[in-house]
């Protein structure tokens, strides 16, 4: 079998990694020495083979959670899937929850794991200034997927199983997740979200159903046409802040994004 990699172009490298790799034996580091390459070589020649690394070496350490978190969904659980699914990332490789934020936010990180009930740490990382949240737990991400939350989500995610009842605390995740609020006059104040066209289309079916406001066009927002942009400008943002952030609690909302949005109703929606 033949893989991109250059390290691996030869059939008997590929069956030497493959034969070592199911032995269950062998770190990734452990692997990259013996091919004389870096870890990220190894993982993408064994996931282009489709065969799994155990937990070895970093991941000895046991990391536990609450696995039933996103099966019984409830308005925590319902907000932190909508930002997930804006703004997180599900791993194949090893079955894992990842949320990476700017640092700034790296207490939004801790109201994620203490909702989760999870030993994870949180990590830093100075050469981009985040911070980052894993949780490796196959009952954990097999249980988004069947929601609707994807690992390639960009591309495939279209929309996301959760109780009707839930919508406004879901769709906040996303929002807070991947979307933005902005403008200096009250005539040119905009409230965005990107996404994938079929998931942004799903969020504002249920906009418009639950805040009364009218249909727009979805925007692409770079010349490959896999993300768009929702948007609404003028009075009815303030009908959509209003149902996202009636039941909130500060458990389940990003501080900083929350302050924003109470500045700009302060200063527009009496205009």
């Not at 097999?142 to 690992?151: F, K, N, Q, W």
């Not at 768009?228 to 009636?246: A, P, V």
Request: charged content about 25%; hydrophobic content about 35%; overall charge positive.
């Amino acid at each position: 079998m033949k893989i991109q990699s250059k390290i691996f172009n030869h059939d008997y490298k590929v069956a030497k990694l493959t034969k070592l790799a199911k032995t269950g034996k062998y770190s990734a580091p452990r692997l990259a020495k013996i091919f004389s390459c870096n870890r990220k070589t190894v993982f993408r020649a064994l996931e282009e083979i489709k065969v799994c690394l155990p937990n070895l070496g970093r991941f000895k350490k046991k990391i536990y959670c609450n696995e039933k978190f996103f099966i019984n969904i409830c308005p925590v659980s319902a907000y932190w899937a909508g930002f997930i699914a804006a703004d997180g990332c599900l791993s194949n490789r090893d079955k894992s929850v990842i949320i990476a934020l700017n640092k700034r936010d790296a207490g939004h990180l801790r109201k994620f794991i203490t909702a989760i009930k999870t030993n994870a740490k949180i990590g830093f990382v100075k050469s981009n200034n985040s911070a980052r949240a894993s949780v490796y737990s196959k009952v954990l991400f097999e249980s988004l997927v069947r929601i609707g939350v994807t690992p390639n989500k960009s591309l495939s995610i279209s929309s996301v199983k959760y109780p009707l009842r839930l919508r406004s605390h879901f769709i906040r995740g996303v929002f807070e997740g991947d979307g933005w609020i902005s403008g200096r006059k009250v005539t040119h104040i905009q409230l965005g979200i990107a996404g994938n066209k079929p998931f942004l289309q799903h969020i504002q079916n249920t906009l418009m159903r639950s805040c009364d406001i009218s249909k727009t066009k979805l925007y692409p927002l770079s010349d490959t046409g896999r993300a768009y942009k929702l948007q609404y400008t003028g009075q009815q943002i303030f009908k959509i802040l209003d149902f996202l952030y009636k039941d909130s609690s500060d458990k389940i909302r990003l501080d900083r994004k929350y302050q924003k949005v109470l500045g700009f109703k302060g200063k527009f929606q009496n205009n």
